[in-house]
């Protein structure tokens, strides 16, 4: 679509979204996450103009913007060209000269589902961009450049996560992230496993003001506890002997979310280990722990969510469920054996419209690579 609609041969490059398997609201407390990139991706085609000019198509949108190298908007619209218009303010902003080019932009990551289809288009936008200048970062300074997008550029005041796993997921692996950090550990996924994606169906947005709502009352349970031990920046830093003596200082609310986020961190760090020792019963369990205080101590679940949980639990082959992302809505990672994971996804899809009735989406992925530059032939009828 690129070269019929531009007229030139594109660079192209793909960014994944993600499912989280634990942890979280941990990240902008400086926390343990363990998310996967999977097989749903943004596409960014890039070629040069020498207009000074920039287009910007959104496949998805069937919508086209374009704007003035010289002349790039400054500050967010409410509208889909956002995302990619955040990257170049970011860049612009670390010095970078931003050149005229046209950019097609395509996915297959469902939108407003918890999966990071905002974060696969700022990651695949700053890939392509930075290539048609000739820069190349590190993945972890790819992530900071897109989040600092999304929280400065659209407004939105989400963690580094999304951005992260996009940019440094691996094929057939969780990831392990230090948001201290950034530091990571690969951890591989079980080969007979499958990462099953079941969407409720109920709109979710990191924009929306619940998510910024809960940021506020871990922060203020934060600033409770640094009060007497000012060494606690972040509840990263934080224990539960901590909230034990000072919890009475804080909104009940505000407690309960710091509980969750620090027995979150606990169980995403024992997540990995005991996927590292293929104890699967164990990482079944944490997950199951996970759901309960995301939903009861954190308060970001929905009625639906907590259905499709609930209804997977009998199910042959399930390791473990929770809901995953930013919460309020969105989708469950179901860790599946992967021999059962058709009949589960059927099953699962089945009860869930008899409870809720509403037909779900559910998608059987794999863990996939990070972001990338992809050859065109690997490609068809995409570009
Ligand atoms: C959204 C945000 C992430 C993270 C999760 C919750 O996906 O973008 O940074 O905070 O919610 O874990």
Not at 79 to 108: M, R, T
Not at 179 to 203: E, F, G, Q, W
Not at 255 to 273: F, G, P, S
Request: hydrophobic fraction near 45%; charged fraction near 20%.
């Amino acid at each position: 679509m690129h070269l019929a609609r531009f007229k030139a041969e594109p660079a192209i490059f793909a960014a994944p979204g993600r499912v989280n398997l634990i942890g979280e609201h941990t990240d902008y407390a400086e926390g343990f996450v363990m998310p996967a990139a999977i097989d749903f991706a943004t596409l960014a085609a890039i070629s040069p103009r020498a207009d000074g000019g920039i287009a910007i198509y959104s496949e998805n949108f069937g919508d086209e913007r374009f704007f003035q190298a010289a002349g790039l908007p400054t500050a967010a619209v409410g509208h889909w060209s956002d995302y990619p218009l955040g990257v170049l303010a970011i860049l612009a902003g670390k010095g970078h000269k931003i050149p005229g080019f046209s950019l097609s932009l395509w996915g297959d990551v469902p939108l407003g589902s918890g999966l990071s289809s905002s974060a696969a288009v700022e990651v695949a936008t700053a890939l392509a961009v930075l290539s048609l200048i000739g820069v190349s970062y590190s993945g972890a300074i790819l992530a900071r450049i897109c989040q600092r997008a999304e929280n400065e550029f659209v407004g939105a005041s989400s963690g580094i996560m999304d951005q992260f796993i996009s940019a440094n997921g691996a094929e057939n692996h969780a990831l392990l992230l230090d948001c201290r950090d950034l530091s990571y550990k690969l951890v591989p996924l079980p080969h007979d496993t499958a990462l099953v994606i079941a969407n409720t169906m109920v709109k979710h947005a990191v924009s929306g003001s619940e998510y910024t709502a809960r940021r506020a009352e871990v922060e203020e349970a934060c600033a409770a506890i640094a009060h007497h031990r000012p060494e606690v920046r972040f509840l990263r830093d934080a224990t539960l002997d901590d909230l034990e003596r000072w919890g009475g200082e804080m909104p009940p609310n505000a407690l309960k979310r710091a509980r969750h986020v620090i027995t979150e961190n606990q169980r995403t760090v024992a997540a990995a280990d005991a996927l590292l020792r293929c104890d699967l019963t164990e990482t079944g369990r944490l997950m199951a722990a996970a759901h309960w205080s995301y939903s009861h101590d954190f308060e970001a679940s929905c009625p639906e969510a907590d259905a499709m949980v609930e209804l997977a639990q009998d199910l042959p082959g399930l390791i473990g469920a929770r809901l995953t992302g930013g919460g309020f809505g969105g989708c469950t990672i179901n860790l599946v054996d992967r021999r059962n994971a058709p009949a589960f996804a059927e099953r699962l899809a089945g009860r869930y419209e008899a409870r809720v009735r509403i037909h779900p989406e559910i998608h059987i992925c794999r863990a996939s690579g990070g972001a990338r530059r992809v050859e065109l032939g690997a490609l068809t009828g995409k570009s």
